[in-house]
Each structure stands twice: as structure tokens, then as C-alpha cells.
């Protein structure tokens, strides 16, 4: 059979030796022990290959405004604050460069899909959503990206972000999310959000119950949308970092709850580490949601980057890997199962929850990443990098591992 390439000795999921993989046409077309042919060869050396990662929740249109703001109290509140003020002066060139370095980096992590949320109300116009569109086609062989367009400051006080929205959903934008905590009528902003779902028949994304106040929450009306509008499956929310101050049987009643519905699960350690348990002096909470808890119920869950240096996250250098890492230390995870379960957050779980198909066989897409470790657990224990990617079987990015110089 003839190949464009082969990548040989490779560790595969479900094989306990090495295998060969044979591309062609940007296929996946052979997997086996040894594959015989004369052409270009990768060598994988021993090395796990998988899809490409799926990062299910990204701000790739205020990466990188640290500079610009003010970092004083460390809270969600300044955040949105801070972010407001500067997102006025975007031009839709400057939300392209930093998009783009931002992008660069997640594809050489490792990442070939991703979600981005692209704020879109009166101080941001169409500025951000107009460069997030041009980076999606211009970065297409490398990346697949979903637009999200979001309502960040609330809904209900602001008409035109509604009519905005709708404008953007109408003009290349794949779904439509809301911030239901910065309204002032949360239930109204979450019906809102879904009236226009249903009018553009699109999936939706809420960050949500981001605080560590379980009394009050708006999961239970996104529930109950989701259910009446038969939505099950299309529906995810961020955050939800109230779950990580709710007892062990709330905590699975909520998750029985929401895998029922079919709502995603998404958490965003890095951002949720430091925005949240700030009026802790001591003993402070993780305030990370229980997603391993949540997936063993059949909740569809995953570990994303959400920002990158700004006022939400003044860290980050888009790797998943890293993230992954992240969370297996903060939730304590030790359990080859429970590691190779937050691999698939960063992978198979991701694409799931964003309603694509992922994972490596015979006819599949050859979105291929080849990470530096034996499989899953290793690659996430040790924060193991990614050496090279493919995207539908042309080569996008290599690192090459590190060489120890001897004297």
C-alpha cells in the first residue's frame, strides 16, 4: 500500500508492543507491528502517539494584557474589572498578534482543536470576534477552532451584547455562551443565552457558580433548560467551582444531575487557583471542581487553559500537558487509572464534550502528537513534553527532545 509516511516504533493505546503507523492522503491508514515501505519514515523511538489535544476552553482574544492591567486584590471582580477597561481600546490587529502567539504555542504544546470564547458587547464591537475568525482560517492547517461568542458582563442590562451576539452567530461564529454570575438576573441571562441556541442551532457554554458560596447556584437552571429544550449533549459549563465547597453527597447528587442531562463539565485549574479562596488567611481551599468524582458518574468532564497573563490568570504557556499536571497534583491524584483519566481531560474526554470524534484508527484523521514518554500516566506524572504533530498527516510542528552535552 502506498504512504505518504510511516511513523515506526510507536506506542499506541491498546497495544502492548510498539506499532507502525502508515499515513496517506492525511488518513490514518495502517496500523501494524511493521510496516514495509521505502519511503519517508518518522521515528517515533519508543515513544506514545495519540490524537492531537483538545483544549475545550480558551480566551485567545485577551491573551496576553497583563501589562495593561492593574492586579491588585486578585479577585474575579477586578478581573472582569480590569478586563472591561482595556478590552474598550482592542483593535482587531492587536487581539490578532496576541491571538496568534498564543496559538502558536498551544499548536507546538501539542493542541490540534480548541474552543475559543471571543467577547462580544459594546466596548469590544466585533473587533476581537473579526481577528479570531481570520486566525481560525489562516491557522485551519494546523488547528481546528471553534468560536464561541460570549457575553462576559451580563445580558439582560445590556440589549445590544443580545442583538450582538446574534449578529455573530449569524456570521461564522459555532456557538453562543454566557456569564449568568455577572447579570443581574441570571435566570433571564441563561434563557437568553438559550433562545439563542435554538434560533441559530447551536451548542452552548456557560461559565458558571464560579465562587466557593454553594447556597446558590445556577446550575439547577441550566438543568432544567437543558432538559426542557431536549439539549442533552450540547451543553457544557466552566468553573463551577462551587462543587469543591459542596459535600461528598451533594456533590454526587449534582453530578448524577448533570450527567442525566447530558451537561459537560469543564475545569480550568489554573485560573480557578487563583481567583478563588482569597478571603482565606489560612487553610486556604483549592476551589477546583471534583472532576474525576463527576466523570466516575458519568458526567463527560475536562481540564482546559481558560486564560493566559491577563488579571484572570497571570501565568500560562498554553500547554495541557502542564494543566493536566496541574490538576493530578492539586486533586492528589496517585491511581494509574485516575492519571490516565486525566490524560483523556486533555484528550478523548475533551473532544467529547465539544461533540467531535478523537482518537486514533484505521480511517481516522491524522491528527497525531508524539509525546516524550512510554504512555498517559508517565506523560502527565512527569509533565513530559510533546516532540512533534501532524495535522491531517502534514507535519505542523517538532521539538526536538533536549541532548545532554557531556565534557
Known sequence: MPFDFVITDARLDGHADPMDIGVSNGLIAAIAPSISFDGHRENAAGCYVCSGLVDSHIHLDKAGILGRCTICEGTLAEAVRETAKAKAGFTSEDVYERGAALLERAICQGTTLLRTFVEIDPRAGFRSFEAIRQLKKDYAWAIDIEICAFAQEGLTQEPETEAMLAVALADGADLVGGCPYTDPDPQAHIRRIFDLADRFGTAVDFHLDFDLKPEVSNLP????????????????????????????????????????????????????????????????????????????????????????????????????????????????????????????????????????????????????????????????????????????????????RARLLRP
Open 221 to 400: 437552571d441550566v438543568i432544567a433548560e437543558t432538559r426542557a429544550r431536549g439539549y442533552g449533549g450540547r451543553v457544557s459549563v466552566g468553573h463551577v467551582t462551587k462543587l469543591s465547597a459542596m459535600p461528598p453527597q451533594d456533590v454526587a447528587a449534582m453530578g448524577g444531575r448533570l450527567a442525566d442531562a447530558g451537561i459537560g463539565v469543564t475545569v480550568l485549574p489554573s485560573t480557578d487557583l487563583f481567583l478563588t479562596g482569597r478571603d482565606s488567611d489560612r487553610l486556604v481551599p483549592r476551589g477546583i471542581a471534583p472532576a474525576l468524582t463527576l466523570g466516575r458518574q458519568g458526567v463527560v468532564t475536562s481540564i482546559a487553559t481558560n486564560n493566559v497573563m491577563n488579571p484572570f490568570t497571570p501565568y500560562g504557556d498554553a500547554s495541557l500537558i502542564r494543566m493536566a499536571n496541574l490538576y493530578a497534583n492539586v486533586a492528589q491524584v496517585s491511581l494509574d487509572e485516575d492519571m490516565r483519566a486525566v490524560f483523556a481531560m486533555v484528550g478523548d474526554r475533551a473532544a467529547r464534550l465539544m461533540g467531535h470524534r478523537h482518537g486514533i484508527a484505521i480511517g481516522a484523521p491524522a491528527d497525531l502528537i508524539l509525546l516524550d514518554g512510554a504512555d498517559p500516566m508517565e506523560v502527565v506524572r512527569e509533565n513530559r513534553p510533546v516532540l512533534a504533530g501532524w495535522k491531517k498527516g502534514r507535519k505542523t510542528f517538532e521539538r526536538p
